[in-house]
């Protein structure tokens, strides 16, 4: 049967913002839920803390991949391409990964890729200006010197996870970041800009916090999921 008459739904992101300080994320702490390469890993943070969030979110990533695949988590075989962005080899499914502090964004789709940022509220590790010297476009540079005091440094992290998250649907690192890239509309209160055929859209994030999700084409939207384990 011809699937010509089908409709033609813009396909969707869904997108879960899981807080993994959580006293529910502690389901998350299953040793069987990430791989013994990820349990490596973790354990080379220092601080119990940080290698809990790592554990903590790659197992989400994996629990509510293993959802969708029907593997289970820890055999799900992510493998990653040439720049280091994570897939699923021979699935449709794609997916992204952001951690920030407690916060962890977990993105998945099905037939397009997908990249995410999430940023926890925090202090810049220098300033705005400077950083965003190096790394902004010079619209956006411009925007951020007209915002005064600390309402720049939320401008500068609005910005940043807009760019990162660009740069992770691409699959890119630091050094490929689109120079005409400019995300400056986003401060005067656009929920989306684009970019050489790629869409980025700010995402509700709790206080202080910024997040933000890209993919390629203008038709897709997305939506914010609870974690199935926290529901
Ligand atoms: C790879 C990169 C994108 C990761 O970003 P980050 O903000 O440090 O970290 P995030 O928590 O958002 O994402 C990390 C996750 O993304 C995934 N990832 C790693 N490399 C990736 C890539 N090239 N593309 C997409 N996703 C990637 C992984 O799942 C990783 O999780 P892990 O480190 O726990 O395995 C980053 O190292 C990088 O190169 N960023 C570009 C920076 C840049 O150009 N910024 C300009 C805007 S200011």
Not at 54 to 73: D, I, K, N, V
Not at 214 to 225: F, H, M, Q, T
């Amino acid at each position: 049967m011809s699937s010509d008459w089908q409709p033609r739904l813009p396909p969707r992101i869904r997108v879960a913002l899981i807080d993994v300080d959580e006293p529910g994320a502690r389901v998350l702490d299953d040793p069987a839920l990430i791989s013994p390469e990820e349990a490596a890993r973790a354990r080379r943070f220092r601080g119990e803390s940080l290698e809990r969030r790592y554990r903590r979110a790659h197992a989400a990533l994996r629990l509510l991949l293993s959802r969708e695949t029907g593997c289970a988590p820890a055999l799900l075989p992510i493998s990653t391409r040439d720049g280091g962005k994570p897939f699923l080899p021979g699935s449709t499914v794609s997916f992204n990964l952001s951690h920030s502090g407690p916060l962890a964004a977990v993105a998945l789709a099905s037939g397009l890729e997908v990249g995410v940022d999430v940023e926890a509220p925090r202090r810049l590790h220098g300033d705005a200006l400077s950083l965003a010297a190096r790394f902004y476009h010079p619209e956006e540079c411009r925007m951020l010197t007209a915002v005064p005091g600390r309402g720049r440094e939320a401008a500068f992290l609005r910005l940043w996870t807009a760019r990162e998250s660009l740069v992770k649907a691409l699959g890119a690192g630091l050094d490929q970041m689109p120079g005409d890239f400019n995300a400056a509309p986003l401060l005067e209160g656009a929920q989306a800009v684009e970019w050489g055929g790629w869409t980025v859209r700010v995402m509700p994030a709790p206080a202080g916090a910024f997040a933000a999700v890209a993919a390629p084409g203008a038709g897709w939207g997305y939506e914010l999921v609870s974690p199935f384990w926290l529901a």
